[in-house]
């Protein structure tokens, strides 16, 4: 079962621990997770949780002279990213496109349109320039910007966010990725925006088969368009599952926590946090989230929790009904 799973993810990642050189602290600690062929994948948690170093590590964007990776499982088609050797590793990762919150900072001021995108499909095609300049309107129609020709020789300033957003995901597509890593993409957005986009990422992944790896902080964005999420709490994933029976019947208290702290949530009433996350509180041998959890009871005092899982999912609680800790 769990070779079968192991080819048939695009990322599979297991144990990710991610630490820093100069203090030896884990800031990621244990995370697994998996992107399968055709999925949308939610990575979800509060800020400074530990996401961006997660999904930067498998695009290879964190420097190795501050960080230390470790992992049981860190591979990318297939390809075992720490062992591998540096173009097999390049290699893979040219399957991988990456989008980022902040398209204004992601783009050249400089630069027209039409060229960023162009280049980027020279990059990761090879192609000639006026190869490159055609399968960049393509992609700016596919990803609906209005008045692709005249865009195409504008700076990235006359546009719009949502705009911009828009030619960051066409240069990510251009270049035929398998698989988009998503971090944050909707969180520069003004909310009709983001969902513009996000139904945008969401019919591509249909229509092309791109599988998606979506970061946010905003559970509403993961409960309307992801297949399986994992809650990542103080650098850990405290839970994971289909997206569904997570929201309906989550686990983990934290992710209790989410859904109440949500405008969406169920009881009509919104329960923010309280506190925030603790660096001390990760460095205890007890439960991280101890300090903020109302559920919390003596065994969370005395001990890390371990992992408890059905078939589906997984869960980071002493509480947990779930089977039995592993
Ligand atoms: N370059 C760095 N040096 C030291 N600590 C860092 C660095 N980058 C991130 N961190 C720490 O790692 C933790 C996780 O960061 P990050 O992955 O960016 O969180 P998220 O994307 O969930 O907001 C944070 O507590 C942050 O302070
Ligand atoms: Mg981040």
């Known amino acids: 079962m769990l070779d079968q799973m192991s080819t048939e993810a695009l990322i599979d990642v297991s144990n990710l621990t991610i630490s820093l050189h100069s203090t030896g602290f884990a800031v990621v600690n244990g995370v697994s997770f998996s992107l ?20 930067r590590a498998v695009a290879g964007l964190i420097s190795d002279r501050v960080f230390d990776i470790k992992a049981d499982r860190f591979e990318l088609f297939g390809t075992d990213l720490l062992n591998a050797n540096k173009r097999d590793a390049a290699t893979a990762r040219l399957s991988a496109a990456m989008i980022f919150q902040d398209p204004a900072a992601a783009l050249n001021p400089l630069m027209r349109v039409g060229d960023q995108v162009a280049e980027a499909a020279m990059l990761g095609l090879g192609i000639s320039r006026p190869e490159a300049l055609e399968q960049a309107r393509e ?29 960051m995901i066409a240069a990510a597509l251009v270049a035929r990725p398998k698989v988009i890593i998503a971090d944050e993409p909707t969180t520069a957005l003004d909310v009709t925006t983001q969902l513009q986009v996000l139904s945008l990422l969401k019919g591509l992944a249909r229509e092309s088969g791109i599988a998606t790896l979506l970061i946010t902080h905003d559970l509403g964005l993961v409960s309307q368009t992801c297949d399986r999420t994992t809650v990542l709490y103080a650098g850990e994933d405290v839970e994971s ?23 969406a949530s169920t009881t009509g009433t919104l329960n923010p946090i309280p506190g925030v996350i603790s660096p001390s509180a990760s460095m205890s041998e007890r439960c991280r989230f101890l300090q903020r959890c109302s559920a919390a009871g003596a065994s969370c005092q005395a001990a890390i929790p371990g992992v408890s899982q059905s078939e589906h999912r997984r869960s980071r609680c002493h509480y947990s009904t779930l089977e039995g800790g592993a």
């Open 139 to 167: 992609a700016l129609t596919q990803v609906a910007l209005p008045d692709v020709d005249v865009r195409m020789r504008q700076f990235p300033d006359a546009l719009s966010g949502g705009q911009k957003q828009r030619v």
């Open 241 to 263: 599952g289909p997206t569904r029976d997570l929201i309906e019947n989550p686990d983990h208290p934290y992710t209790q926590a989410l859904l109440d702290s949500h405008p």
């Open 36 to 55: 399968k062929s055709g999925e949308f994948h939610g990575i979800v948690g509060e800020s400074g949780s530990g996401k961006s170093l997660s999904v």
